[in-house]
Structures are given as structure tokens and as C-alpha cells.
């Protein structure tokens, strides 16, 4: 009961703090977070309805579209940072190998969100910073640094079996992705040591915000 | 699950949460099987085994086997003539495996159980190559150890404790594999292997 209490709670602090940031853009969010904004009945129906288990399920398609949302994020960033020319060779390879597994997690948590019985996160219109490299290297590792403790920080909330499951094999890969860029930029692959820290919803939602255009 | 089909009978000879080895083969034989092909597993299993309070002790010393595993490993890697880049790796991500050793010994107790002892080790390496190879494989069947048993995890504690650790492993095994030459990420869903396959590929390396 005291972990509902506190989802809720957070749930709300989420809602307050992109209904503050500006409803428009952070409407995807809304649809993200499965939120039962009136105006939108296509993305936001569905967890609402869905029949026996209804209140589990719900709170199960909120992580799994929140998740969508930053695997579309990262698949995104990957495909313009190919597209930017400004890597070569085995670089290249691998930004454009990470960036094919980000989407597949897409189709993935796609598939995941339609077998709840939701409506699947719109995908969002990004924009990154693209200047040099280096910089590029750093965003990524960020990036995704960031997406394996937003992985770890949902976790322990997941109540469908298979939905964890599919979860923790995407955490790794990851955490796979943040260690070979951190070790590209000659940063220790275990920044946070022996244990990995989890992010939750309000600590990473605001940072991939100024990534989000629409 | 018969007592003979188990990989290593030194595992199976750990005391798991006060019972014998037979009576918990014999609870394991509906159980361990099905817990641990976790991916699979429906949420009646989870639950129903959730009921005997065990579980979790279970997978979280089966988990201690595999980093006291590690640990042993990296040591002994530090006696070979590695490169000072490969040294200093070794001892980062051996010290890390020693702290998952204090942190699941902790977790053990603190659920009521008995700790897994610490078991024997011999490791075929000989030069970088082998140890690059031996790490990659150890490494890899780690995270595939955690993701296969994580879904079976009924306390909300101890998975977010074993979540934090795989992803340090897989961030040990995206490092070695660079080494390697090979790619970090192997696949977009980073397979999960079930305890008996785990136990049955390091048995080799358990002497005692």
C-alpha cells in the first residue's frame, strides 16, 4: 500500500510538472504515462478500460510507454547522428549497430504496449546537438548511462512476469551500450562502482526534456 | 529435475534455507525448474512458489555461487603477466565482484538464510588471450544468470539489489568484449540462461 501511495504521489508530482512545463508540448508524455486526459481518448482510453486486472495492468503500460518513449528517443538520436557523417569507420558501425537495437526495443515495447491492451506512446519529434564528435560521444554516453538507470529505477515496479522479463534483458543491453561509450571516451565503464544506480521517472524526465520538440 | 541431472553436486550439496539437499531437490523438482526458466514462467508459478517463503534465498545464493565464481577469477587473473591496462581492469571488476559477494552474503542472511559457501575454483588461463576469453564468457553467462532468475525475484528489495548488479556485470561484459574485438551488445535482448543451464556450463571450473 505504501508503494502505491508513493507511485501515486510521484505520479502526480509527474503530471504537475509537465502540466507546469507547457501541457502542449509535453502531451506525449501525458499519452507516455497512460494518463486519462479526456482530450486525447485514443491514447489514454484503453489502460483505463482494460477489464479483471485493470489497475496492475495500468500502472504496467505507464513504465512500458515511458520506456517506449526513450528507446524512440535514443533509436532517434542514433539514426541523426549516422546521418551527421561525423563518423567513420568502426565508430560508425557501432553507433549504427546501437542504434539498430534501439529500435528494435521500439518495435518491442510496441508490441508490448499493444498486448496490454494500450495505445502505444507517439513517437516524439527530437533535436540534439550535433556540433563535433566528441560531444556526440558524450550525449550518447549520457544517453544512454541515463537509459539504463531509468531501466533499473522501473524494475522493481514491473508486475507482469513477462513484461519484467523483456525489461531486464533491454536494461543490459544498455548498460552494454553505456560501458563501450564510456570506454570510447576513456571514462570508467562502472561510474557508479559495484552497484548501478537507478533513475526514476522524475529524475529523467526532465533531462531528456530538451531533447523533445513536439 | 532429478538429483543426477544437477550439473554440480557441490552446488546442490549447499544448504539452502535449513533444508537438506534431498528435501530441497525434491521441492526443487516442480520449482527450480520452472522458477528458473523465469522468462517463461507465468504468474501462478511465481506465486505459488512465492509461498514457500524460499525462493528468494535460493536464487540470491545461487547468484553468490557466481560471483564468489567471479571474484576467484579476477584473483587469479592478477597472477598472470596482463597488460597494466588489462591488470588494472581485472582488479576493478574483481573488487566489484568481491563487494556483490558481501552485498548477496548480507541479502542471504538478512532473508533468513544460510549463505552459500564459498566454493573451490580452477580457471584455464594461462595468458591474456585465455583470461579475455574465460572473462567474456563468465561475464556473459552473469547477466544471462541475473536476467533469467530476475523475474522469479518476489521481493521488490532484493530484485532492485540484483538489478543493480547485472547491469555492472553487462557493463563488464560490453568492456571485455571490446577487448576482444567482439561487439559490446551481441543482440538488441540480451539472452537469459535458467540456473541448471548456468550451473551445467561452470561446472568445469568448480574443483570443490
Do not use: W
Amino acid at each position: 500500500v505504501r508503494e502505491l501511495e508513493r507511485d501515486d504521489a510521484s505520479r502526480k508530482r509527474f503530471l504537475k510538472m509537465v502540466g507546469g512545463g507547457g501541457a502542449g508540448a509535453f502531451a506525449l508524455f501525458l499519452a507516455a504515462c497512460g494518463s486519462s486526459d479526456k482530450k486525447d481518448s485514443t491514447s489514454s482510453s484503453a489502460p483505463a478500460t482494460t477489464p479483471s486486472s485493470g489497475g496492475s495492468v495500468k500502472k504496467d503500460l505507464e513504465i512500458v510507454n515511458y520506456a517506449l518513449t526513450l528507446e524512440y528517443l535514443e533509436a532517434d538520436f542514433y539514426e541523426k547522428v549516422v546521418a551527421s557523417g561525423l563518423f567513420k569507420g568502426a565508430q560508425q558501425d557501432t553507433i549504427k549497430m546501437f542504434g539498430e537495437q534501439e529500435a528494435e526495443h521500439v518495435d518491442a515495447l510496441t508490441a508490448t504496449v499493444k498486448k496490454l491492451g494500450g495505445t502505444p506512446a507517439p513517437k516524439p519529434k527530437t533535436k540534439f546537438p550535433l556540433d563535433d564528435a566528441k560531444s556526440v560521444l558524450k550525449l550518447a554516453a549520457t544517453v544512454e548511462n541515463l537509459g539504463a538507470a531509468a531501466y533499473l529505477g522501473q524494475a522493481g515496479n514491473i508486475l507482469n512476469k513477462d513484461v519484467l522479463a523483456a525489461a531486464l534483458s533491454i536494461h543490459t543491453v544498455e548498460a552494454r551500450h553505456a560501458s563501450a561509450l564510456n570506454t570510447l571516451l576513456g571514462e570508467s565503464v562502472t561510474p557508479d562502482g559495484a552497484f548501478a544506480k537507478p533513475a526514476s521517472m522524475d529524475e529523467v524526465l526532465p533531462k531528456v526534456k530538451p531533447f523533445i520538440v513536439a | 529435475m532429478s538429483e543426477s541431472k544437477l550439473a554440480i553436486p557441490e552446488l546442490g550439496a549447499v544448504e539452502v534455507h535449513g533444508l537438506t539437499r534431498s528435501a530441497f531437490v525434491l521441492k526443487g523438482a516442480l520449482a527450480a525448474g520452472a522458477v528458473y526458466g523465469a522468462a517463461t514462467v507465468g504468474p501462478f508459478v511465481g506465486s505459488a512458489f512465492a509461498q514457500s517463503g524460499s525462493g528468494d534465498v535460493d536464487i540470491v545464493n545461487f547468484a553468490l555461487t557466481l560471483e564468489y565464481l567471479e571474484a576467484d577469477f579476477y584473483k587469479k587473473a592478477g597472477a598472470l603477466g596482463l597488460s597494466s591496462e588489462l591488470k588494472k581492469l581485472a582488479k576493478e571488476f574483481g573488487g566489484q565482484e568481491s563487494e556483490h559477494v558481501d552485498a548477496l552474503t548480507a541479502t542471504v542472511k538478512k532473508l533468513g538464510g544460510t549463505p552459500a559457501k564459498r566454493p573451490t575454483f580452477t580457471f584455464p588461463i594461462k595468458d591474456e588471450k585465455s583470461f579475455l576469453k574465460l572473462a567474456q564468457t563468465l561475464e556473459d553467462t552473469g547477466v544471462a544468470a541475473y536476467n533469467g532468475a530476475g523475474p522469479a525475484i518476489q521481493s521488490k528489495e532484493v530484485l532492485g539489489a540484483a538489478g543493480s548488479i547485472v547491469q555492472v556485470e553487462a557493463r563488464h561484459a560490453a568492456a571485455i568484449r571490446l577487448q576482444n574485438g567482439q561487439p559490446p551488445a551481441p543482440a538488441a535482448f540480451d539472452k537469459t540462461m535458467d540456473k541448471a543451464t548456468v550451473l551445467k556450463a561452470v561446472k568445469p571450473l568448480i574443483t570443490a
